[in-house]
């Protein structure tokens, strides 16, 4: 069981001017004793338990369309019904997502310079097209530095390039990265431009027939094995009438070692020539070299559920405050011996439990908040944030009547922490919310910890900020609250970095799901203030999404 934590008379003085300010004086409001208690019912046992279900063997690591997506739908229509909410979609709990699985042979090999470089060891290449079969025969190599285009930072790799026909060969993240110069696009912080997302959308518009991403572990953040696991098996896409032919017909990634061997055959340096990538708008032809390969795929036409759950406010129950957090995860790999199932414990059972858990905070208020408080839980994260996308564009709920995203997505699992780390610090008005709830937890609010990752790209909420809706994305930083959670990390992180999108996240009980708990108490509270009919959070004037 966790310590309990009272209202301290500030926040208490702060939430009853919130919950009291209103001119409909019919508003039943909840007293700080009532909000005080429901904050408090937030626990790790039950954490825990819903950990347990959601990441068991029986739920098959919760790939979308699959047995494990039926059986959390149950589960979570079962609990919230339980806590007392109503479908958020219309009668239903459920928002249908049409997806198609597009799943590439492992027997190809990608032929250049007169080798054949191996599937899974040497590279992972695929395609985004719905299509059975997709080729690249002899398509010219280019490299593009970056693959970057962008006007605002006077940055075009592609300048002066015709890259029809031809594959291009990209490095991951972006130049800020690897210069480390705060003045060049936002330094060591990741944009948008560095995510392998953005990598093949551009070398899409820029009209090429292949597009492959260089990895290294540092810009990339992540070791090969999770491109392995990551981006074989079924790929999931939205159905589309054009069958995505807007793509480039190949993509995919090639290991660092492959790469310096490629440019080594094409007479370059693959050092000095990410070197020159990294000063200015780059592109070079990669000698004779060409690529081949053929890509044969399976494709399956199926619907996956978002889940949508609301509490109706009492007085503007048109306007809502929305949590989300992602489902599902890899399922299982019938191809593997021993263990298959990518349980997905951290990444994303925990979100998911957290969703029932505050949830149940709200449900526990003896008067329902003013404004609606609605829960989502979206489908294929995994496979590019598709199911946040796909409500962002068909959304349930008008963008101009969502007051704010609140996301959890892989909590934390290693024990409290002094500080919260907030990914995106600085976009929205929401750190403001966040900063006084964690006050009462005498927390401080620290930055992104890994801002070379590009964290704020990589969850459900960017879905959402995209489409104007101010969202959050924190979690407990890297400051350990005492000497027993810093033993504790200095084991388990290490285990916990090598189980991510691996066979091994699964539950533990050597987790300590405690500041776990106290961030979604903060969630909890910040959702309490925002419900308070006229608070509308804004975006700072810095940020991208203000647009």
């Not at 060969?169 to 330094?187: C, S």
């Not at 094409?266 to 990294?278: C, I, T, V």
């Not at 989300?324 to 299982?332: C, E, I, K, Q």
């Not at 937890?441 to 960017?462: E, K, L, T, V, W």
Request: glycine share 8%; hydrophobic share 35%; with cysteine.
């Amino acid at each position: 069981m966790i310590k309990k934590i009272g209202l301290s008379l500030l926040s208490a003085a702060v939430l009853v001017g919130c919950v009291t300010a209103t001119s409909d004086d019919s508003s039943q409001v909840n007293s700080p004793q009532d909000i005080s208690a429901s904050y408090d019912s937030i626990n790790t046992t039950q954490l825990i338990e819903h950990v347990k279900v959601l990441s068991s063997d029986q739920f098959g690591g919760r790939a979308p369309s699959s047995e494990g997506e039926k059986l959390t739908l149950k589960y979570l229509t079962e609990q919230f019904t339980a806590i007392g909410f109503q479908p958020g979609n219309g009668d239903s709990f459920l928002q249908e997502v049409p997806l198609v699985s597009i799943e590439a042979s492992s027997d190809m090999t990608l032929a250049i310079g007169g080798k054949n470089y191996q599937h899974g060891t040497d590279m992972v290449m695929g395609s985004a097209r719905i299509s059975e079969l997709e080729q690249l025969k002899n398509s010219e190599l280019v490299f593009v530095g970056y693959g970057v285009n962008a006007p605002e930072y006077n940055w075009n790799d592609y300048k002066g390039l015709d890259v029809k026909g031809k594959t291009v060969v990209i490095l991951v993240n972006d130049p800020g990265f690897a210069t480390q110069d705060p003045e060049l696009f936002t330094g060591n912080a990741m944009t948008y431009y560095g995510r392998w997302t953005y990598k093949y959308e551009e070398a899409s518009r820029q009209g090429a027939e292949g597009a492959i991403i260089i990895h290294e572990t540092a810009p990339a953040s992540y070791g090969w094995s999770v491109v392995k696991n990551s981006w074989t098996g079924p790929q999931f896409s939205f159905q589309r009438d054009d069958l995505n032919k807007d793509r480039v017909a190949v993509e995919g990634w090639i290991n660092s070692s492959v790469a310096s061997e490629l440019f080594a055959k094409a007479g370059l340096d693959f050092d000095k020539m990410k070197e020159r990538a990294a000063q200015g708008s780059f592109n070079i032809a990669m000698g004779d070299l060409d690529a081949s390969i053929t890509v044969k795929n399976t494709i399956k036409k199926s619907i996956s559920y978002n889940f949508i759950a609301t509490l109706p406010g009492q007085k503007k129950a048109d306007e809502h405050i929305l949590y989300s957090a992602h489902w599902d995860h890899l399922g299982t790999d019938l191809t593997k011996t021993g263990d298959q199932i990518y349980n997905g414990a951290r990444d994303n059972a925990t979100g998911t439990a957290a969703l029932i858990e505050v949830g149940e905070a709200f449900a526990k208020l003896p008067n329902r908040p003013e404004r609606s408080i609605t829960f989502l839980a979206v489908t294929a994260e995994e496979q590019g944030l598709l199911g946040s996308k796909f409500y962002a564009a068909n959304p349930v709920i008008p963008a101009a009547k969502t007051v704010a995203n609140i996301n959890m997505d892989a909590l934390n699992v290693n024990g409290k922490s002094k500080d919260v780390a907030v990914y995106g610090l600085g976009q929205s008005e929401l750190d403001n919310f966040l900063t006084k709830a964690a006050s009462k937890q005498n927390r401080d609010i620290s930055g992104d910890p890994r801002p070379a990752a590009g964290i704020y790209y990589r969850s459900d909420h960017f879905a959402f900020a995209n489409v104007g809706i101010p969202a959050l994305y924190a979690k407990g930083g890297a400051i350990p609250a005492d000497q027993a959670t810093a033993d504790l990390r200095a084991t388990l992180d290490p285990i916990l970095g090598k189980c991510y999108h691996g066979l091994c996240d699964e539950y533990s009980e050597e987790w300590d799901l405690t500041g776990a708990v106290e961030d979604m108490q903060l969630f909890f509270e910040i959702g309490v203030e925002l419900s308070v009919s006229g608070v509308w959070p804004q975006w700072s004037t810095t940020s991208e999404f203000k647009r």
